[in-house]
């Protein structure tokens, strides 16, 4: 399974629940790039741009199929409107082969 953190809070909470061995990815946005390089997990990856642009969503999950094709995406949802997080939800993505 791979997860796509978009916020920070959504970042922590994975980090805390998500196997040691499942990939996670985020987007510049949720990490800073000296937090990132501090993280003792070798499988998290960040995008190097910000993700709170929801439009940018289908291009990460694009990306994230190149290097897991086939398996699930878990991608944190917020509220419709772009960094309204105040709703938050997480939605399962299918990776086809």
């Known amino acids: 399974m791979v997860f796509l953190a978009i916020t920070p809070a ?6 805390r629940t998500a196997k040691a061995d499942e990939a996670i990815w985020c987007g510049s946005d949720a990490i800073a790039e000296a937090d990132y390089e501090a993280l003792d997990r070798p499988n998290v990856s ?3 741009y910000e993700l709170g642009d929801r439009e940018l969503i289908p291009d990460a999950i694009g990306t994230i199929e190149e290097h897991h094709p ?8 917020c509220g419709a409107v772009a960094n309204d997080c105040s709703e938050k939800d997480v939605f399962p993505v299918r990776l086809r082969r």
């Open 10 to 15: 959504g970042l922590a909470d994975v980090l």
């Open 46 to 48: 960040r995008f190097i």
């Open 70 to 77: 086939g398996q699930t995406v878990w991608v944190e949802a």
